[in-house]
């Protein structure tokens, strides 16, 4: 089983959309959860942090439920510049700055 | 947020011939940064970590006599891949962590498009 698992994608969602991303790691020990945008060709950006009590960022928010070992975004009325891919990053047990990225899931939104 | 830069972005060289891909954190210092290395419609591998000062750690299957890392001070890194092959074309993506909060947070650099023909 892969350390960090999200749903495959792609998904293709018109503007004003709601869409939610789910991610599963493995190690239950793991210390801090993030959620990274990847814009083709460019390098990933911190979108943001996952914190146990549940986060949000305008049209963004972020679950973590560390039971299940599961972390979630979802992204409100969606917008064109949305489309990227979205990455769910994991930092192991063993360490506090090394960190391990999902496969990423795509999203595209559509006029 | 913080700011990483890396040198060139894009290089094209032949195969046989090593190529020296610089990574500096602007406007902070890094003890640590890493280096990925991303394939097409893949996510990012990481490589190995680079420690100022010592010698870095290489993730399982990565040679380190391939892979060069060298982090001399605490705002650069260097990454040289040596007699570069067609196999080793691929983005590759530095980046370095600053604690905030609880958590450390990672900044990559714009990333190095390699193409090695």
């Known amino acids: 089983r892969k350390e960090v698992e999200q749903d495959p994608g792609p998904f293709n969602v018109p503007e004003g959309a709601t869409v939610a991303f789910n991610c599963t790691y493995s190690?239950?020990?793991?210390?801090?959860f993030f959620w990274y945008r990847q814009d083709c060709r460019k390098e990933p950006k911190l979108l943001m942090s996952v914190y146990s009590s549940g986060n949000e960022d305008g049209r963004f928010t972020a679950q973590l439920n560390r039971a299940s070992q599961y972390i979630s975004l979802l992204i409100r009325d969606s917008k064109l510049s949305d489309s990227a891919t979205y990455l769910c990053v994991v930092t192991p047990e063993t360490s506090y700055d090394k960190v391990i990225f999902g496969p990423g899931t795509s999203l595209s939104v559509i006029p | 947020g913080a700011v990483v830069s890396q040198h060139p972005s894009r290089v094209i060289c032949k195969s046989g011939t090593s190529v020296k891909i610089e990574c500096r954190s602007l406007?902070?210092?890094?003890?640590?940064m890493f280096w990925y290395r991303q394939f097409p419609k893949q996510s990012l591998m990481l490589m190995a970590t680079s420690n100022e000062g010592s010698k870095a750690t290489y993730e399982q299957g990565v040679e380190k006599d391939k892979f060069l890392i060298n982090h001399a001070s605490l705002t650069l890194s260097t990454l040289t891949v040596t007699s570069a092959h067609p196999e080793d074309s691929s983005f590759y993506i530095c980046?370095?962590?600053?604690?905030?909060?609880?958590?450390?947070?990672?900044?990559f650099g714009p990333g190095t498009r390699l193409t090695v023909t």
């Open positions: 406007d902070f210092q890094a003890t640590t």
């Open positions: 980046s370095a962590t600053v604690l905030a909060g609880p958590s450390y947070e990672q900044y």
């Open positions: 190690n239950s020990a793991s210390q801090s």
